[in-house]
């Protein structure tokens, strides 16, 4: 086995292989010893850091199965789920989590207990050139159809498909506009093959023939979405999200625009993007690869940073990263992702700084970690959490 500091090391940075973590796995469920150096090497770090990397039930049922071959005679099942809820926390909150199972119920049923949209519904809805609007579900029909029975796109594995049909012959450049509802994600495949990855809460208006347009190809957002562009030298991309332009030829891109943000964000993955308020084209920043712009609505100002690429779109895995976020960043992070509605009544906690990895989590499961670092309490009430101390 390979120095199991460095390992560690490894794993705290985000920066272990699949290969290592997998030894790093069996080295920490091998003894009892193992689990107490790895945890105390884990509380050597900031309190306000985070580590939560596995899922949990897996990683409760890979840790039982070892635990049960290798146990020696003095320890008992108690000890067994002890030892394997503190791995699961990863910063010794397993003793808590585990004690809490309250909690984690109540939260599971606050996830089936999502927040109505502006229609009444939770779920994926299109609205149509022709004035229609859709529900969009996994279930029922393959295809979707315009008040006139046309059909307009193909559904796919969540999402929806504008690209498989002849719209070649529609060359009205005309308007769909498709709402996200807090809790999910949704995809979407433009006319011109560019694939749009949606965030929960995100609002998109697109063409629903791009070959329609002579010029630019435009887009409007009101939220946060992932853009892996078709790449057309004569007509630029442009995503507009209020009153800035994000204009590329072909390429991969993150833009968080979400109204009750105070900042825009644009991550570029691949390529090359040109960002620029649109009321002032020429002053524009040019991104590279694995830089991000800023834009702060409050004063116009713009700044531009090299960032770890993989914090702006890890919510496409359904995984969670936390890096240098405060309280009241992440709150709103996992109202989004949780359709729920949270009201932090800790004055103090609001400009707390956390760092953090969490993979497809309970919001329970979060917040309980969170409270190990921070200590609060909280309580869930149908699906509004209210933070105290």
């Keep these: 086995m390979q120095n199991k500091e ?51 039930n897996e990683a409760f049922k890979r840790f039982l199965g070892t635990v049960e071959k290798k146990q020696s005679k003095n320890w008992t099942p108690s000890s067994f789920l ?36 502006e229609n009444g519904q939770n779920n994926v809805v299109i609205s149509l050139e022709d004035g229609t609007k859709q529900i969009i579900t ?38 769909n506009e498709i709402y996200v509802p807090y809790g999910q994600t949704f995809n979407l495949t433009l006319s011109d093959g560019t694939k749009v990855w949606l965030n929960a809460g995100t609002r998109l208006k697109f063409p629903r ?83 991000q712009a800023a834009f702060v609505k409050e004063n116009g100002s713009m700044s531009k940073k090299k960032v770890d690429t993989r914090i702006y779109t890890s919510w496409m895995e359904n995984r969670l990263i936390i890096d240098n976020l405060s309280f009241e960043e992440i709150l709103a992070k996992l109202e989004r992702t949780h359709n729920v509605s949270i009201i932090n009544q800790v004055e103090h906690l609001k400009n707390e700084v956390f760092k953090g990895e969490f993979e497809n989590e309970s919001i329970g499961t979060i917040l309980s970690t969170i409270a190990t670092s921070t200590p609060f309490t909280y309580k869930i009430e149908d699906n509004v959490i209210t933070i105290s101390e």
């Design 82 to 117: 002890k030892y394997a809820a503190i791995f699961i926390g990863l910063l010794s909150v397993g003793i808590f989590i585990f004690q809490s199972q309250g909690y984690l119920e109540r939260s599971d049923a606050v996830v089936q207990n999502e927040r109505a949209d």
């Design 138 to 175: 996994t279930d029922g029909s393959t295809k979707l159809v315009d008040k006139d029975g046309n059909t307009i796109a193909k559904k796919q594995a969540q999402g929806l498909d504008f690209s498989q049909l002849n719209n070649g012959t529609d060359q009205n450049l005309v308007f």
């Design 209 to 291: 023939n791009l070959s329609a347009t002579t010029q630019n190809r435009i887009v409007y957002l009101d939220g946060e979405a992932y853009f892996d562009v078709t790449r057309d030298e004569k007509r630029p991309f442009i995503v507009n999200a209020e009153n800035l332009d994000i204009k590329v030829l072909g390429t991969q891109f993150n833009v968080s625009a979400y109204k009750s943000d105070g900042a825009i964000a644009t991550t570029l993955v691949e390529g090359a993007v040109n960002v620029y308020e649109n009321s002032n084209p020429d002053a524009k920043i040019l991104l590279t690869p694995s830089y």
């Design 6 to 56: 460095t390992l560690i090391e490894k794993f705290l940075a985000r920066t272990i292989s699949p290969a290592e973590r997998k030894i790093l796995k069996k080295w920490v469920l091998m003894k009892k010893e193992n689990l107490e150096f790895f945890k105390e090497e884990i509380r050597k770090r900031s309190k306000n850091t985070l580590y939560h990397h596995f899922d949990e």
